[in-house]
């Protein structure tokens, strides 16, 4: 068959498939590309026309440290969260499949609690009177108690644990996929364990960790509650500001400015991705 | 354009507009609104045959939204007062009406031609008697770490309160505090601000001071009154309270706003006031209210503790909103 009559077959499947995505892209559109094009009106016309609010956002000291600290936590907590859930993720994948659902109920579970109430929880764990420092404090091992809330590190403790699903479930699909007789052979051939883990495993799960990571560190960049409670006023980040602006102090130009820039770095990231990774691996596709 | 966002966003918020006989009340939920449930739309639907329905929290930015778009499903809501005075020069607000309103027991302190009071509080330094010893007399001692050390708690967001308490402990008059100085405030703020916990809401404060993570702070009466209540070790100065206010306003094209109006002499009349106040422990703005109340309610609430009492200016904060904020969240974040 000639390329032309190749084309000439594929041509009329796209319309087609077009045809059964519309009512999927009019939601799209109406849903997500209306208020965004709305939102960045909004940003260059209140409350005069003009990119004011852009310069104001963009040349003022403390606007820079917030939109620096949301990176730095969305980072931070990125970073520990992989650390911490590739283990889970790798026995899970690995252990009998009835015990691995009933450890997949327990971490579903948990993220059908109200989010309020787990942040709560861990307050009252990480303070100064808390749990964890009575119970250190009692032991002897510390006569002061550990700084563990209103601070970085409790930010970090807070967000890794509601957003270690988000990186397991991916990680689990991914870690599945990987055959065994990989890693026996790796051994076979005089491998170590962590040779075979560098070169064998980590390299093959790292679609499930850049799927999992890129959902945990977008979602970590527009978290507001997490940070709210268990961080420090010098560790503001971008979307309680944003509320601020927005339900406050009611300057909407600047809070649509600021929610816009987030979103662009957000969608340069993401593009940044796409290139490192491959799109069929940066969504997931193993 | 901007009717294009705001229409978005009302028409997502529409779910509860009232019919004929119905308005929405909305306040900022927890045991304040329970309160306001309780004491004022109940007894007013049984005599006026009106329903109020319950909305909430307040938001500022839903409000402005709704009244862009023309869209009102809010009929009455609470708000803090410096913000009632601010929207009401943003043209946000519908002029009471006080034909409908009787207005001579009102206390003039708290209502204007766009807002009635709806109660109003104190703030009052409190203590955990466990995790203080001896007994802070004043806004001075919060600030003093060598005599009184731990960690003290403040409200978190930029309102009037924790400004005038700095220049009062650095000895400004208080008949002196306006306009306020805010270089001063701050490098006074900037001598304990590494023992400074910080709290964004009335169940955090409680929280804060009972487990004694913090062990002192400047608290709303209200929550004082409620962790009394709940048998907490809990030591209170009245010394140099700060009194503001919660106001009712009804919002630019509300739809129901005869019933609003209705309502707001009902929340205002002594027997609402006093009922509020009594399972609130904030003060009634209806000067006739304290004769339906019990003696001990009375003593606890701020109008028994007059003496030294201090008002933060509504109106000069309705005025320099923007900039007291902008320059109250640098200074946090540094």
Not at chain 1, 150 to 156: I, R
Not at chain 2, 90 to 112: T, Y
Not at chain 2, 125 to 143: H, I, Q, R, T, Y
Not at chain 2, 208 to 223: H, K, P, V, Y
Request: proline share 5%; net charge neutral; charged share 15%.
């Amino acid at each position: 068959m000639s390329v032309e009559a190749q084309q000439g077959i594929a041509t009329p499947r796209i319309p087609a498939g077009l045809g059964g995505l519309l009512p999927a892209l009019i939601l799209i559109g109406l849903f997500f590309v209306v208020p965004v094009l709305a939102l960045l009106l909004r940003s260059v016309t209140d409350p005069a026309p003009g990119l004011q609010n852009y310069a104001a956002l963009l040349g003022d000291g403390t606007y820079a440290r917030v939109f620096f600290n949301t990176f730095l936590v969305a980072a931070v907590v990125t970073i520990v969260t992989v650390l911490v859930a590739f283990p889970v993720a790798w026995m899970l994948a690995i252990m009998p499949a009835a015990l691995a659902s009933i450890l997949f109920g327990i971490i579903i579970l948990s993220m059908w609690t109200n989010l309020l109430t787990r942040t709560y929880a861990w307050m009252v764990l990480l303070q100064r009177t808390g749990v964890i420092n009575r119970a250190l404090m009692g032991a002897g091992i510390i006569d002061q108690p550990l700084p563990l809330i209103n601070n970085l590190t409790g930010v970090t403790i807070g967000m890794v644990y509601i957003m270690l699903p988000f990186m397991i479930l991916p990680l689990v699909g991914t870690l599945r996929a990987i055959d065994p007789m990989t890693l026996r052979a790796a051994a076979l051939c005089g491998a170590s364990p962590l040779a075979a883990f560098r070169r064998i495993l980590l390299p093959l799960s790292l679609p499930g960790i850049a799927a999992g990571g890129l959902m945990v560190f977008v979602m970590s960049l527009g978290y507001f509650v997490t940070p709210a409670l268990l961080g420090g006023t010098s560790n503001m980040m971008l979307a309680e500001m944003i509320a601020q602006m927005i339900q406050s102090l009611l300057n909407w130009g600047l809070g649509s400015a600021a929610a816009f820039i987030l979103l662009v770095v957000t969608m340069a990231l993401y593009a940044l991705q796409l290139r490192l990774v491959g799109s069929k691996r940066a969504v997931g596709g193993a | 354009m901007k009717l294009i966002f705001a229409g978005i966003l009302a028409g997502l918020m529409a779910t509860t507009a009232a019919k004929a006989d119905e308005m929405v009340f909305t306040s900022w939920g927890g045991t304040t609104q329970e309160a306001q449930t309780k004491s004022w739309a109940e007894p007013f639907s049984a005599s006026s045959g009106i329903k109020v329905l319950q909305d909430g929290p307040t938001d500022y930015g839903k409000l402005k939204a709704m009244v862009d778009a023309k869209n009102v499903t809010w009929d009455v809501v609470d708000v803090e007062m410096d913000f009632a005075i601010k929207a009401a020069k943003d043209g946000l607000l519908e002029p009471i009406d006080f034909a409908a309103v009787p207005k001579a027991d009102l206390d003039p302190r708290f209502s204007n031609e766009n807002a009635v009071g709806s109660f109003y509080y104190s703030f009052a330094l409190a203590w955990n008697k466990g995790a203080v010893s001896g007994e802070p007399a004043g806004w001075a001692d919060m600030f003093d770490t060598k005599k009184f050390p731990g960690k003290r708690t403040f409200y978190k967001w930029s309102a009037p309160g924790v400004i005038e308490i700095a220049l009062l402990a650095d000895g400004v008059p208080a008949d002196k505090l306006y306009p306020l100085d805010l270089d001063r405030a701050f490098k006074k703020l900037d001598t304990i601000k590494s023992d400074i916990v910080w709290w964004g809401g009335g169940a955090e404060s409680q929280q804060l001071i009972a487990s004694g993570e913090a062990a002192f702070g400047q608290l709303w009466n209200g929550r004082v009154f409620a962790l009394e209540k709940d048998g907490a070790d809990v030591g209170v100065s009245w010394n140099q309270n700060l009194t503001a206010a919660d106001v009712l306003v009804v919002p630019k094209g509300a739809k129901n706003r005869d019933a609003a109006m209705k309502f707001l002499a009902a929340a205002t009349s002594p027997t609402g006031q006093a009922k509020f106040a009594e399972a609130s422990g904030y003060a009634p703005i209806n000067t006739k209210a304290k004769a339906e109340m019990p003696a001990d309610v009375v003593k606890g609430l701020p109008d028994a503790h007059v003496d030294g009492q201090i008002n933060l200016d509504m109106n000069y904060w309705a005025e320099h909103r923007d900039e007291i904020a902008k320059r109250w969240y640098a200074w946090q974040a540094k």
